[in-house]
């Protein structure tokens, strides 16, 4: 076995009942966006304990740490989300959330704990670094663009400026272990609509008299998917759904406004512009049949994530000799879910890479969703060895 191998995988080994301890204890303390107060102090204290240095944080709740290595040279960033989700946890494992109503169903508890793995691995081998490693605990990447704000201020700039960055996310449905990766756009960007339909209510037996606003959102409803299908290229993914819907308080009274709520998901910026300008000619042409008004708000979210072609095969060459030469996955297509580490890859050339969770692992964003603390162990190795062959 190759040396540099061998010290990488006992310096890994060292750390993991550590680590699975840390990650139990975050799983227990999950926050949403922008008040992951609990789960930053956890980290800082940890973090407390190696030679990083500490930055002071720039959102409240995020951690930025710089490890040093032996000897001057490059930098390289790696991320880790912080944020749980308003999902009761039903897990029913030891380590449960205990605070009520939310849950770390996306497992960032478990890219928290690999980040935190790698500082301890970083830390003892920092004699063979030539440069510095950036670790950079994010908050709100479920609501609130926290990556498009620690992007905005300046996070990759340093000093010293980072020439590379990479993250990891835990995903079910491939095999324990596998680094799923592709060059190119991995994920969507997503956006948010609002629609509100408004005109006179009335009496539910003469709609003849009202602007019948439910029948004007129906047929918003039933022809806003039909944009992708006559509208979009059919090369061109993407997707328009609506999630949310409210109207009325009584079976026998047409409401006076209804709001319609959902999402859009593209590929590219034209896709993008010409959903947006198809919405709103289908929501005026409907509101215009019933005699309703209308009001159409598009609001901007996550844009495109989209892996450096360098990078992702700097990060295959990684997994074949530190992990296994199986245990690469060529990914062909990209995800219609959004990620906003999309915003960091903006500024630096870098990649997203999944993480195979267990082909039995339950999907994200469930109730019983839990990160497989058995993929820790490739995860940790996975950043190390990109730390230590970018930094060697």
Known sequence: MDTRKKVLQTAVEAVLPEIIE????????????????????????????????????????????????????????FRSDIDALPITDKSGLPWFSKHRGF?????????????????????????????????????????????????????????????AVFALHGWPGYPLGVAAGKEGV??????????????????????????????AAAEIITKLPSIVSRKVAAQDAAVVSVGSVHGGNAR????????????????????????????????AGCAQVYGAEYEFQYIDGYIPLENDPEMIEFARTIVRKYIGRDNWLELRDPSMGSEDFAYFLRETPGALIWLGLGEESPGLHTPVFDFDDKALRYGITLLSGLALDFLK
């Open 252 to 283: 026998n009274a047409i409401p006076d406004v209804v709001v319609i709520e959902g999402t859009v998901r593209y590929l590219r910026e034209s896709v993008k512009a010409c959903i947006k300008n198809s919405m709103e000619e289908i929501i």
């Open 103 to 163: 849950h770390h169903a996306c497992g960032h508890d478990g890219h928290m704990a690999i980040v935190c793995g790698t500082v301890l691995v970083l830390d003892s081998l920092a004699d063979m670094l030539s440069g510095s490693v950036r670790f950079i605990f994010q908050p709100a990447e479920e609501e609130g663009l926290g990556g498009e704000k620690l992007a905005g201020m300046g996070v990759m700039e340093g000093p010293p400026k980072a020439d």
């Open 186 to 215: 991995l994920m969507a960007g997503a956006d948010q609509f609002t629609v509100r339909v408004e005109g006179p209510g009335g009496h539910g037996a003469m709609p003849q008299l009202t602007a019948d606003t439910i029948t």
């Open 22 to 77: 840390l990650r139990h204890k975050l799983h227990t303390i999950p926050e949403i966006s922008f008040r992951e107060v609990k789960t930053a102090e956890l980290i800082r204290n940890f973090l407390s304990k190696t030679s990083v240095e500490l930055s002071p944080p720039l959102l409240k709740t995020d951690t930025i740490a710089l490890l040093k290595g032996g000897s001057e040279g490059k930098c390289i960033a």
